[in-house]
Nanobody, 121 residues
Framework: VQLQASGGGLVQPGGSLRLSCAAS????????GAWFRQAPGKEREFVAA????????DYADSVRGRFTISSDNAKNTVSLQMNSLKPEDTAVYYC???????????????WGQGTQVTVSS
């Protein structure tokens, strides 16, 4: 089982980025997916989660209304569209997957390697 996160980069405040998490060894058709992030000197924190059928979605208060999580069963990916980015969104973003929907809890069984997002002018 492997998760590969991509799409990070440098963007100006107010800009947008789209992160993608590709899975191999399992399918998001029956697995839940989530995104977490970790800023320098801070603990990893929950960003967004989506259940296997997309019927349940949760967001951290800090990103609600700006970020959108989605899944594409045909491509076996979970994506995070990030709009109106702020400097405080700067972090390494990690995708996670699990057979169970764990919402904001961090005990997902599978984790990707992380992708850096830097929001700076």
């Amino acid at each position: 089982v492997q998760l590969q996160a991509s799409g990070g980069g440098l963007v100006q405040p107010g800009g947008s980025l789209r992160l993608s998490c590709a899975a191999s060894g399992f399918t998001f058709r029956i697995y839940a997916g989530a995104w977490f992030r970790q800023a320098p000197g801070k603990e990893r924190e929950f960003v967004a989660a989506i259940s296997w059928n997309g019927g349940t979605i949760d967001y951290a208060d800090s990103v609600r209304g700006r970020f959108t999580i989605s899944s594409d069963n045909a491509k076996n990916t979970v994506s995070l569209q990030m709009n109106s980015l702020k400097p405080e969104d700067t972090a390494v973003y990690y995708c996670a997957g699990d057979r169970l929907y764990r919402a904001g809890r961090s005990n997902y069984n599978y984790w990707g390697q992380g992708t850096q997002v830097t929001v700076s002018s």
